[in-house]
């Protein structure tokens, strides 16, 4: 059973970078299409980046591109966040998630069918 666990979010300033990482357990991670998603209080979920299984191709939702990057390590069973020039709208727990025996996701919640559990990140202004 695929399982993801995300860590590194925390208490930023705003202008600030943060790194994101989500290891995961079970199945064969070179087979997994990934994402990250944030969900902000009183707000839905949105779809913040995606990465293909050959991490060629990536994907952002315009409020990130140019800030955050995705990158895969499957040597680590590892995808990765990084954003910078991080603002206080940036505030949200975010999730990583995986779209099993899928080459692409995209920013689409239904491909995706492992979840974990969320990190905060939260920026001050």
């Known amino acids: 059973q695929v399982q993801l666990v995300e860590s590194g979010g925390g208490l930023v300033q705003a202008g600030g970078s943060l790194r994101l990482s989500c290891a995961a357990s079970?199945?064969?991670?070179?087979?997994?299409?990934l994402g990250w998603f944030r969900q902000a209080p009183g707000k839905e979920s949105e779809f913040v980046a995606a990465?293909?299984?050959?991490?060629?191709?990536?994907y952002y939702a315009d409020s990130v591109k140019g800030r955050f990057t995705i990158s895969r390590d499957n040597a680590k069973n590892t995808v990765y966040l990084q954003m910078n020039s991080l603002k206080p709208e940036d505030t949200a727990v975010y999730y990583c998630?995986?779209?099993?025996?899928?080459?692409?996701?995209?920013?689409?919640?239904?491909?995706?069918?492992?979840w974990g559990h969320g990190t905060q990140v939260t920026v001050s202004s």
């Open positions: 079970g199945g064969t991670f070179s087979s997994y299409a």
């Open positions: 990465i293909t299984w050959s991490g060629i191709s990536t």
């Open positions: 998630a995986a779209g099993i025996s899928r080459s692409y996701t995209g920013s689409y919640p239904s491909l995706y069918d492992v």
